[in-house]
Protein backbone atom coordinates (compact mmCIF):
# COMPACT_ATOMS: atom_id res chain seq x y z
CA UNK A 1 0.00 0.00 0.00
CA UNK A 2 1.45 3.40 -0.88
CA UNK A 3 -0.26 5.19 2.14
CA UNK A 4 -1.68 8.05 0.19
CA UNK A 5 -4.95 9.51 1.28
CA UNK A 6 -8.13 8.72 -0.42
CA UNK A 7 -10.05 11.37 0.78
CA UNK A 8 -13.25 12.50 -1.25
CA UNK A 9 -13.27 16.08 -2.50
CA UNK A 10 -16.42 17.70 -0.96
CA UNK A 11 -18.78 18.62 -3.57
CA UNK A 12 -19.46 22.19 -4.14
CA UNK A 13 -15.92 23.74 -3.46
CA UNK A 14 -13.82 23.42 -6.75
CA UNK A 15 -15.62 21.27 -8.72
CA UNK A 16 -13.79 19.83 -11.49
CA UNK A 17 -10.91 21.92 -10.98
CA UNK A 18 -9.29 24.44 -13.44
CA UNK A 19 -11.19 26.25 -15.31
CA UNK A 20 -9.18 25.30 -18.26
CA UNK A 21 -10.03 22.03 -18.40
CA UNK A 22 -13.66 22.83 -17.71
CA UNK A 23 -13.80 24.97 -20.28
CA UNK A 24 -12.70 22.16 -22.64
CA UNK A 25 -14.98 19.78 -21.45
CA UNK A 26 -18.23 22.22 -22.14
CA UNK A 27 -17.18 22.56 -25.37
CA UNK A 28 -16.91 18.97 -25.83
CA UNK A 29 -20.46 18.95 -24.61
CA UNK A 30 -21.90 21.76 -26.86
CA UNK A 31 -20.20 19.60 -30.24
CA UNK A 32 -23.20 17.34 -30.76
CA UNK A 33 -25.80 19.50 -30.11
CA UNK A 34 -24.49 21.93 -32.30
CA UNK A 35 -23.79 20.02 -35.01
CA UNK A 36 -27.27 18.38 -34.77
CA UNK A 37 -29.16 21.44 -34.89
CA UNK A 38 -27.04 22.60 -37.99
CA UNK A 39 -27.85 19.56 -39.80
CA UNK A 40 -31.61 19.18 -39.25
CA UNK A 41 -32.19 23.52 -39.61
CA UNK A 42 -30.19 22.72 -43.25
CA UNK A 43 -31.89 19.43 -43.70
CA UNK A 44 -35.82 21.42 -43.68
CA UNK A 45 -34.17 24.63 -46.01
CA UNK A 46 -32.92 22.81 -48.31
CA UNK A 47 -35.30 21.67 -50.81
CA UNK A 48 -32.71 19.25 -52.50
CA UNK A 49 -32.44 17.28 -49.96
CA UNK A 50 -34.08 14.39 -48.34
CA UNK A 51 -32.79 13.93 -44.69
CA UNK A 52 -34.76 10.37 -44.13
CA UNK A 53 -32.49 9.21 -47.50
CA UNK A 54 -29.50 11.50 -48.49
CA UNK A 55 -26.54 11.45 -45.99
CA UNK A 56 -25.62 14.61 -43.70
CA UNK A 57 -22.19 14.82 -45.68
CA UNK A 58 -24.23 15.59 -48.86
CA UNK A 59 -25.54 19.05 -47.23
CA UNK A 60 -21.93 20.05 -48.13
CA UNK A 61 -22.55 19.83 -51.79
CA UNK A 62 -23.74 22.91 -53.79
CA UNK A 63 -24.88 26.47 -52.91
CA UNK A 64 -25.31 26.20 -49.56
CA UNK A 65 -22.59 23.89 -48.75
CA UNK A 66 -20.16 25.73 -46.59
CA UNK A 67 -22.86 25.64 -43.47
CA UNK A 68 -22.07 22.51 -43.05
CA UNK A 69 -18.73 22.16 -44.06
CA UNK A 70 -18.20 24.91 -41.33
CA UNK A 71 -20.19 22.17 -38.88
CA UNK A 72 -17.85 19.48 -39.91
CA UNK A 73 -14.87 21.49 -38.81
CA UNK A 74 -16.31 22.95 -35.12
CA UNK A 75 -17.64 20.04 -34.44
CA UNK A 76 -14.39 18.28 -34.89
CA UNK A 77 -12.45 20.74 -33.46
CA UNK A 78 -14.74 21.10 -30.09
CA UNK A 79 -14.59 17.37 -29.95
CA UNK A 80 -10.95 17.24 -30.05
CA UNK A 81 -10.89 20.19 -27.51
CA UNK A 82 -13.42 17.96 -25.23
CA UNK A 83 -10.90 14.99 -25.69
CA UNK A 84 -8.11 16.82 -23.83
CA UNK A 85 -10.46 18.07 -21.36
CA UNK A 86 -11.20 14.57 -20.28
CA UNK A 87 -7.31 13.24 -20.87
CA UNK A 88 -6.79 16.51 -17.91
CA UNK A 89 -9.54 15.34 -16.04
CA UNK A 90 -8.77 12.49 -12.55
CA UNK A 91 -11.43 10.24 -13.77
CA UNK A 92 -9.45 9.61 -16.56
CA UNK A 93 -7.48 7.40 -14.31
CA UNK A 94 -5.04 4.71 -16.38
CA UNK A 95 -7.46 5.07 -19.04
CA UNK A 96 -5.61 6.60 -22.13
CA UNK A 97 -6.92 5.31 -25.10
CA UNK A 98 -10.17 6.09 -24.59
CA UNK A 99 -9.04 10.30 -24.68
CA UNK A 100 -7.04 9.88 -27.74
CA UNK A 101 -10.18 7.68 -29.72
CA UNK A 102 -12.16 10.66 -28.99
CA UNK A 103 -9.83 12.81 -30.41
CA UNK A 104 -9.56 10.60 -33.30
CA UNK A 105 -13.23 11.07 -33.99
CA UNK A 106 -12.89 14.72 -33.95
CA UNK A 107 -9.72 14.58 -36.49
CA UNK A 108 -12.01 12.59 -38.44
CA UNK A 109 -14.93 15.37 -38.44
CA UNK A 110 -12.58 17.68 -39.25
CA UNK A 111 -11.12 15.50 -41.86
CA UNK A 112 -14.81 14.88 -43.26
CA UNK A 113 -15.62 19.30 -43.36
CA UNK A 114 -12.28 19.36 -45.01
CA UNK A 115 -12.56 16.93 -48.23
CA UNK A 116 -16.00 17.21 -49.54
CA UNK A 117 -17.93 14.20 -50.10
CA UNK A 118 -19.16 12.87 -53.51
CA UNK A 119 -22.80 12.95 -54.83
CA UNK A 120 -24.73 10.38 -53.45
CA UNK A 121 -25.06 7.42 -56.43
CA UNK A 122 -28.79 7.66 -55.80
CA UNK A 123 -28.47 11.64 -57.20
CA UNK A 124 -25.95 10.58 -60.04
CA UNK A 125 -25.71 8.32 -63.49
CA UNK A 126 -23.96 5.13 -62.12
CA UNK A 127 -20.69 5.57 -64.45
CA UNK A 128 -19.99 8.40 -62.12
CA UNK A 129 -16.43 8.21 -61.32
CA UNK A 130 -15.15 8.46 -57.35
CA UNK A 131 -13.30 11.75 -57.07
CA UNK A 132 -10.15 11.77 -55.09
CA UNK A 133 -11.67 14.36 -52.72
CA UNK A 134 -14.77 12.01 -52.03
CA UNK A 135 -12.44 9.19 -51.28
CA UNK A 136 -10.36 11.18 -49.00
CA UNK A 137 -14.45 12.36 -46.76
CA UNK A 138 -14.55 8.83 -46.78
CA UNK A 139 -11.59 7.73 -45.28
CA UNK A 140 -11.99 10.48 -42.85
CA UNK A 141 -15.29 8.98 -41.84
CA UNK A 142 -14.26 5.97 -41.11
CA UNK A 143 -11.80 6.82 -39.52
CA UNK A 144 -13.84 8.88 -37.08
CA UNK A 145 -16.63 5.90 -37.34
CA UNK A 146 -14.50 3.28 -36.15
CA UNK A 147 -12.75 5.92 -33.58
CA UNK A 148 -16.07 6.82 -31.87
CA UNK A 149 -16.98 3.07 -31.14
CA UNK A 150 -13.83 2.44 -29.85
CA UNK A 151 -14.35 5.32 -27.37
CA UNK A 152 -17.55 4.16 -26.21
CA UNK A 153 -16.36 0.57 -25.86
CA UNK A 154 -13.76 2.13 -23.25
CA UNK A 155 -16.36 3.04 -20.88
CA UNK A 156 -16.29 -0.83 -20.81
CA UNK A 157 -13.82 -0.78 -17.73
CA UNK A 158 -14.31 2.51 -16.06
CA UNK A 159 -12.64 3.15 -12.59
CA UNK A 160 -16.18 4.36 -11.46
CA UNK A 161 -18.06 1.35 -12.92
CA UNK A 162 -18.74 0.33 -9.16
CA UNK A 163 -20.60 3.40 -8.33
CA UNK A 164 -22.44 4.00 -12.08
CA UNK A 165 -22.90 0.49 -13.13
CA UNK A 166 -25.49 2.29 -16.10
CA UNK A 167 -22.73 3.47 -17.32
CA UNK A 168 -21.03 0.41 -19.13
CA UNK A 169 -24.59 -0.57 -20.26
CA UNK A 170 -25.02 2.85 -21.51
CA UNK A 171 -21.32 2.58 -23.64
CA UNK A 172 -22.17 -0.85 -24.80
CA UNK A 173 -25.21 -0.02 -26.11
CA UNK A 174 -24.32 3.30 -27.86
CA UNK A 175 -21.26 1.30 -29.38
CA UNK A 176 -23.96 -1.11 -30.60
CA UNK A 177 -26.35 1.41 -31.72
CA UNK A 178 -23.98 3.01 -33.70
CA UNK A 179 -22.15 0.14 -35.02
CA UNK A 180 -25.60 -1.48 -36.63
CA UNK A 181 -27.20 1.78 -37.69
CA UNK A 182 -24.34 3.21 -39.36
CA UNK A 183 -23.70 -0.20 -41.15
CA UNK A 184 -27.14 -0.27 -42.47
CA UNK A 185 -26.74 3.57 -43.74
CA UNK A 186 -23.59 2.97 -45.66
CA UNK A 187 -24.95 -0.29 -47.53
CA UNK A 188 -27.79 1.43 -48.25
CA UNK A 189 -25.44 4.82 -49.94
CA UNK A 190 -23.61 2.08 -51.49
CA UNK A 191 -26.51 0.19 -53.18
CA UNK A 192 -29.47 2.58 -54.27
CA UNK A 193 -32.08 0.22 -55.16
CA UNK A 194 -31.86 -1.70 -51.85
CA UNK A 195 -34.66 -1.60 -49.07
CA UNK A 196 -32.08 0.28 -46.83
CA UNK A 197 -31.50 3.00 -49.13
CA UNK A 198 -35.22 4.66 -48.82
CA UNK A 199 -33.95 5.15 -45.07
CA UNK A 200 -30.19 5.35 -45.24
CA UNK A 201 -29.83 8.96 -44.42
CA UNK A 202 -32.29 8.50 -41.03
CA UNK A 203 -30.05 5.19 -40.42
CA UNK A 204 -26.80 7.96 -40.47
CA UNK A 205 -28.79 9.87 -38.49
CA UNK A 206 -29.32 7.78 -35.91
CA UNK A 207 -25.99 6.72 -35.60
CA UNK A 208 -24.42 10.22 -35.08
CA UNK A 209 -26.96 11.43 -32.55
CA UNK A 210 -26.54 8.40 -30.76
CA UNK A 211 -22.82 8.51 -30.77
CA UNK A 212 -22.91 12.78 -30.03
CA UNK A 213 -25.69 12.19 -27.85
CA UNK A 214 -22.75 10.02 -25.73
CA UNK A 215 -20.21 12.43 -25.61
CA UNK A 216 -21.96 14.96 -24.89
CA UNK A 217 -23.40 13.05 -21.68
CA UNK A 218 -19.11 11.81 -21.19
CA UNK A 219 -18.67 15.23 -20.82
CA UNK A 220 -21.23 16.27 -18.68
CA UNK A 221 -20.12 13.22 -16.45
CA UNK A 222 -16.49 15.11 -15.81
CA UNK A 223 -17.94 18.19 -15.77
CA UNK A 224 -19.85 16.92 -12.28
CA UNK A 225 -17.17 14.85 -11.04
CA UNK A 226 -15.74 15.32 -7.71
CA UNK A 227 -12.77 12.77 -8.11
CA UNK A 228 -12.90 11.46 -4.57
CA UNK A 229 -12.81 7.36 -5.88
CA UNK A 230 -10.17 8.39 -7.69
CA UNK A 231 -7.55 9.73 -5.64
CA UNK A 232 -5.48 7.16 -5.25
CA UNK A 233 -5.65 6.01 -9.15
CA UNK A 234 -2.40 6.34 -10.75
CA UNK A 235 -0.62 10.00 -11.38
CA UNK A 236 -2.55 13.00 -11.10
CA UNK A 237 -3.72 14.86 -14.17
CA UNK A 238 -5.84 17.56 -13.01
CA UNK A 239 -3.56 20.06 -14.13
CA UNK A 240 -3.61 23.88 -14.16
Not at 47 to 63: F, K, M, Q, T, Y
Not at 111 to 126: C, E, I, K, N, S
Not at 188 to 206: C, D, K, M, N, V
Not at 222 to 238: F, I, K, M, Q
Amino acid sequence: MSGRSCSARPRGGTGTGPSRTRALLLMGALSGPLFTAAHLVEGVRRPDHEPVRDPVSSLALGRRGAVQTASFLTTGALTAAGAYGWHRTPASGADTWGPRLLGLWGAGLIGAGLFTTDPAPARTPAASPRTVRGALHDASSLAAFAAVTGAALTGLGRPRRGREPGWSGYSAATAMTFTVAMGAAITGHERPGSTLARRAGLYQRLALTSALAWQTTLMLRHLTYDGGSLRCSGRPRWTP
